[in-house]
Nanobody, 113 residues
Framework: VQLVESGGGLVQPGGSLRLSCAASGFTFRNYAMSWYRQAPGKERELVAFISGGGSSTNYLDSVKGRFTISRDNAKNTVYLQMNSLKPEDTAVYLC???????WGQGTQVTVSS
């Protein structure tokens, strides 16, 4: 089982990024997926969750209305579209398969002017 994140980078406040997590080694469509983030000195927190079929999603309150999680089961990929980014969104963002307890390596997102 492998998860590979991409799409992080440096963006100005108010900007957008789209993170991708490419999965392999398991039947992707059968598993819910999550995005977490961890900022320096802070605990890891759940940002967004999506069911296997994509019909059910949940978000951290502070990102509701700004972030959108989605998935393409044909491409074995889950996405996190992040709009109206704020400096407090700066963190390493990690992809996670809850029922397999597998993490990706993470991708750095830095929001700064």
């Amino acid at each position: 089982v492998q998860l590979v994140e991409s799409g992080g980078g440096l963006v100005q406040p108010g900007g957008s990024l789209r993170l991708s997590c490419a999965a392999s080694g398991f039947t992707f469509r059968n598993y819910a997926m999550s995005w977490y983030r961890q900022a320096p000195g802070k605990e890891r927190e759940l940002v967004a969750f999506i069911s296997g079929g994509g019909s059910s999603t949940n978000y951290l309150d502070s990102v509701k209305g700004r972030f959108t999680i989605s998935r393409d089961n044909a491409k074995n990929t889950v996405y996190l579209q992040m709009n109206s980014l704020k400096p407090e969104d700066t963190a390493v963002y990690l992809c996670y398969v809850p029922y397999l307890r597998v993490w990706g390596q993470g991708t750095q997102v830095t929001v700064s002017s």
